[in-house]
């Protein structure tokens, strides 16, 4: 029987995240993809701002520290000048859907040969729980004590569906990791991500639906639970566009 062995993707660092908290998990996988391919020793990560600013001390590859939102573009300069390089972006719904939303919408209809990991757990986390674009109808946050109300706040963002759309985007799937063969199936498609960006397809995204315990004031079970009877019915899993089979885009 084969034993588990911490994979060479991740530093000896400790998590600083919230018990609980789904970013420890995805962190791993993405290690794991970048070992397993190979790549790890030609990579450059780019963190965001949010809860996973501080991945540069977590991921074992190169890394750089992005302004709010614009880690597409950060990553798009350091593909262009390094083609060669494996280039990929961590960033949260805050992050990505909100201050960045241009600059992912661009580089993905750019084309960009470059793989975004997208935390969704439909909140502002590191900031203290406010509404995010991704906050459900209804639900409630620091700032919509009362739930979320569409006729004021307008609807989430559903960015996979979104995305999808764009010429540009080679591969877009939704995952979660609340269970085993969900973590499996996340781990696949974290690896189709990076396969596509190393065959030169164009733009690859694989959005993650993730728990937030601490600002959904519920315990990590709990959290879990909720995700699934909540996010999963607004966020339907699966993959929304895979044009990895009809060459470079």
Not at 43 to 66: H, K, L, Q, R, S
Not at 127 to 133: D, E, L, N, R, Y
Not at 195 to 215: D, H, M, R, Y
């Amino acid at each position: 029987m084969a034993s588990f062995h911490k994979t060479n993707g991740l530093t000896d660092a400790v998590f600083h995240y919230c018990p609980g908290c789904t970013h420890g998990i995805v962190h791993r996988l993405v290690a794991e993809c970048l070992e397993e391919l190979g790549i790890l020793g030609k990579t450059v990560g780019i963190a965001p701002v949010g809860c996973a600013v501080m991945a540069y001390d977590y991921f074992n590859c190169d890394m750089i520290e992005a302004p709010h939102g614009r880690a597409p573009a950060v990553a798009t300069g350091a593909k262009r000048a390094n083609p060669d390089n494996i280039v990929f972006t961590y960033q949260g719904d805050g992050d990505l859907a909100a201050i960045g939303t241009a600059e992912t919408v661009h580089a993905a209809t750019r084309g960009e040969n470059i793989t975004i990991i997208f935390i969704n757990n439909a909140i502002y986390g590191m900031t203290g729980g406010q509404m995010a674009p991704t906050t459900l109808p209804g639900q409630v946050t620091q700032t919509t004590p009362y739930g979320r109300d569409v006729t004021r706040a307008g609807y989430p963002i559903r960015m996979c569906e979104m995305l999808s759309t764009l010429d540009g985007v080679a591969y877009a799937e939704r995952v979660t990791v609340t269970d085993v063969p969900n973590v499996r199936n996340a781990k696949k498609a974290i690896k189709k991500a990076f396969t596509a960006q190393i065959e030169k397809k164009g733009f690859s995204i694989v959005e993650v639906l993730s728990s937030c315990p601490t600002n959904w004031g519920l315990e990590p079970v709990e959290a879990l639970k909720w995700l699934k009877e909540n996010m999963i019915p607004y966020y339907p899993l699966g993959c929304y566009k895979d044009a990895t089979e009809k060459g470079v885009f």
